[in-house]
C-alpha cells in the first residue's frame, strides 16, 4: 500500500513540476552609473529597454541591473561574487572602468580586475559580453589610446565577445548628455541600447 501511494504521490508531484513554467534566464548588466540609469527617470535606463526588447521579442530572459553610480572595477571585485550568488546568471554584461579612466587610474589594475570579474562570472557558468569604455582626450593621447585598447586585449586573451565603445556614435554630441556632460540623457538610451544589441543579439541568438 505504502509502495503504491508513494508511486501515486511521485506521479502527482512529476505533473505539477511539468505543468510549472520554466524560470526565466538571466542577464546581468554589471555596470556604473552610465548602466544605473543616473538622473534618469525609473525605466529609462538602457537595461530596463533591454528588457522591454526582450520581452517584445517574447524570449524569457529577464535583466537584473546590478550597476552602481560611481562604481569602480575595484569595487566591481568585491562584490561581483555575491551578485553572481543573487542573480544567477546565465550572460554577465561587464560595463565597468569608466570610473577607473576618469580617474586616471592604473590601466594594468583595471585590467586585472576585468579579468577577475570575468573570471568570477565563468566559474558561477555565466557566460560574458564586456562593453568597451573611452575617456575624454584631455587625460593625454598615450593615456587614453591605452586605456582604449585594453578592453580588445582583454576580450582577446579571455575570448569573450566585446563591445567596442558603450556610447558609440554619440560621445562627441553634447545635447545628448546631461549638464554634467558626462551622463547620457533619457533620449541617448536607445542608442546605447542599440549598440549592446549588436553584440548581444547575437550572443542570444535573437533578431
Given amino acids: 500500500m ?16 511539468c505543468a510549472l513554467p520554466a524560470s526565466a534566464a538571466t542577464i546581468l548588466v554589471y555596470g556604473d552609473s552610465l548602466s544605473a540609469g543616473y538622473g534618469l527617470a525609473r525605466g529609462a535606463d538602457w ?8 520581452l517584445e521579442r517574447k524570449t524569457d530572459y ?10 569602480t572595477t575595484l569595487g566591481g571585485v568585491n562584490r561581483i561574487e555575491q551578485a553572481l550568488r ?8 561587464v560595463a565597468l572602468g569608466a570610473n577607473d579612466g576618469l580617474r586616471g587610474a592604473s590601466v594594468e589594475a583595471m585590467r586585472t580586475n576585468l579579468e577577475r570579474i570575468i573570471d568570477a562570472a565563468r566559474r558561477a557558468n555565466s557566460r560574458v559580453l ?7 582626450p584631455n587625460y593625454g593621447p598615450q593615456y587614453t589610446e591605452k586605456f582604449r585598447r585594453s578592453f580588445g ?10 563591445v567596442p565603445f558603450l556610447l558609440e556614435g554619440f560621445a562627441e554630441k553634447r ?6 556632460q ?9 542608442l546605447i541600447l542599440d549598440t549592446v544589441w549588436k553584440v548581444l543579439g547575437k550572443e542570444l541568438k535573437i533578431q
Wanted: proline content about 9%; cysteine-free; hydrophobic content about 50%.
Fill in 2 to 17: 505504502r509502495f503504491r501511494f508513494f508511486l501515486k504521490m511521485s506521479g502527482w508531484l512529476l505533473g505539477l513540476l
Fill in 47 to 54: 537595461p530596463a529597454l533591454l528588457q522591454q526588447r526582450l
Fill in 62 to 71: 529577464k535583466v537584473a541591473n546590478a550597476s552602481i553610480s560611481g562604481e
Fill in 86 to 93: 543573487e542573480h544567477r546568471p546565465s550572460l554577465t554584461i
Fill in 130 to 136: 564586456l562593453v568597451g569604455m573611452q575617456i575624454p
Fill in 153 to 162: 586585449e582583454i576580450a582577446r586573451a579571455k575570448r569573450v565577445p566585446l
Fill in 175 to 180: 545635447e545628448l548628455f546631461q549638464p554634467d
Fill in 182 to 190: 558626462l551622463h547620457p540623457v533619457a533620449a541617448a538610451q536607445p
